[in-house]
């Protein structure tokens, strides 16, 4: 298909992508918007610098190849170079969405999906303001290299999101109740959810009380224990950050004990959902990578580079916001492993604790923060009072150690993650109900 130059090592990433989103704020449709782009990342390696452009005209491919083959030094043992022979050579056409016709549910259906929220808003006299957001896209993505590579695959994404502030009281109160899926079939038909989410925010906004600060035993739903794995171990485990700090590379040996036994956080791009990614993009094949493995640290997140300059195996997370950027280390799906309690056990061990049902939004490196949107104190192992609170925090990796229990129930949330210029890049995260000994709630 194309000429790739001789002495250096090329690949090239094309995609396409068609999608749209819907807005209807405070009742009025605002945004209707249906995209299509397509373009193509092209890089050329020599052994010492990358070489990258981005062209919007796919026509343009094989000039791009060769201006950028002009700029870089022909090395005869390009082959040879560790970062080359770390990459893999995958071929083939995996489109889990190839007999679907992805563009069957019409532009007039979206919209009544989005609208169908609409009356289910109007029936509540306390609301305030409210934001319906229907999205979805679909990108096909083919990847070329000069040692043979050419793999083409598709991901498909569909979201419902509705913003909505309640005044039950003196003050507002927002909310946020979303859903993710494939497929726009599985957000469709949420009034029910919505209506009884609705009910929920009231009751919490009438009767919610200010948490007394202080440390508690906390239980994280399974999307909050995700956001936990995602935001204070995932990041921590992506190699970049590792490059060049031999400090670090001693802290972060493998099998160094960094949490509870029964503790087990891993990546996989290949589960269905809102971080799949069967092939990243440098043509890496999807796997599960265990980062913390009963306890120790098992593994870590690559691309070709640092896999190459650590010693390790590659793991499918060199990924790219779109055509426009070049690939870094990126998370996919990072979960928290099941555990071997009920939900009900893990509540019956807490006497009085802070159960973290959702959150706005969380961050962390040595120290994380969660700020839910919802909580309720446990009592005697029960579910009490709806409190406010500002924000959970404690430091990583004494927090690790501090998980004494998981639910067998386990569930699989998403959301998009920042990192340098790139967001927000599709992800998933989740795991079971999550008990941690201690956390500082305020």
């Known amino acids: 298909m194309y000429t790739f130059p001789k002495g250096l090592y090329a690949d090239v990433r094309l995609e396409t992508t068609r999608g749209g989103q819907i807005t209807y704020q405070n009742g009025t449709l605002t945004e209707n918007r249906d995209a299509r782009q397509a373009g193509a990342m092209v890089r050329v390696f020599d052994g010492t610098r990358w070489y990258n452009s981005a062209v919007t005209d796919v026509e343009r491919v094989q000039e791009e190849l060769d201006s950028l083959a002009a700029m870089a030094a022909p090395n005869p043992h390009i082959l040879d170079h560790p970062l080359v022979r770390a990459l893999e050579v995958n071929r083939g056409r995996h489109l889990r969405w190839e007999e679907a016709d992805v563009d069957a549910v019409t532009g007039e259906e979206k919209l009544a999906l989005a609208a169908a929220c609409l009356p289910v808003l109007e029936e509540v006299p306390t609301l305030q303001s409210s934001a319906v957001t229907y999205a979805d896209g679909y990108t096909v993505k083919r990847f070329l290299s000069s040692l043979g590579a050419d793999v083409t695959f598709d991901t498909r994404r569909a979201s419902l999101r509705v913003d909505y502030t309640l005044l039950e ?50 239980i994280l739903s399974p999307l909050v224990a995700g956001v936990f794995a995602h935001e204070s171990f995932g990041h921590k485990s992506e190699a970049d950050f590792m490059i060049g700090d031999e400090t670090m590379k001693r802290e972060w040996a493998m099998g160094s004990v960094v949490g509870a036994p029964i503790l087990n956080i891993y990546d996989d791009g290949s589960l269905p959902g809102n971080g799949y990614t069967p092939f990243d993009d440098e043509g890496t094949a999807a796997r599960r990578t265990y980062l ?35 690939p870094i280390v990126r998370m996919t799906a990072t979960c928290i492993g099941p555990g071997e309690e009920s939900r009900e056990e893990l509540f019956a061990g807490v ?42 925090t404690g430091n990583v990796m004494e927090t690790l150690h501090l998980i004494d229990g998981l639910s067998r129930e386990t569930d699989l949330g998403a959301g998009g993650c920042g990192k340098m210029e790139q967001m927000p890049l599709p992800v998933s995260m989740g795991g079971p109900y999550v008990r941690v000994k201690e956390l500082t709630v305020r």
Do not use: Q
């Open 169 to 218: 009281g003196a003050e507002p109160d927002p909310f946020v109740f979303r859903r993710l899926g494939e497929t726009p079939g599985e957000v469709a038909h949420l009034e029910e959810a919505l209506r009884a989410d609705l009910e929920e925010a009231r009751d919490y906004a009438r009767r919610a009380v200010p948490v007394a600060p202080g440390k508690y035993p906390c």
């Open 292 to 326: 913390i493995r009963e306890g120790k640290l098992a593994g870590r997140l690559h691309s070709a580079a640092t896999a190459a300059d650590l010693g390790e195996g590659l793991t499918g997370n060199a990924r790219a916001m779109n055509f426009l950027y070049p």
């Open 351 to 392: 006497e009085e604790g802070v159960y973290i049902a959702d959150f706005w939004h969380g961050s962390g490196m040595s120290t994380f923060t969660i700020a839910p949107s919802r909580a309720w104190m446990i009592r005697g192992g029960k579910l009490a009072e709806p409190v406010r609170v500002s924000v959970v």
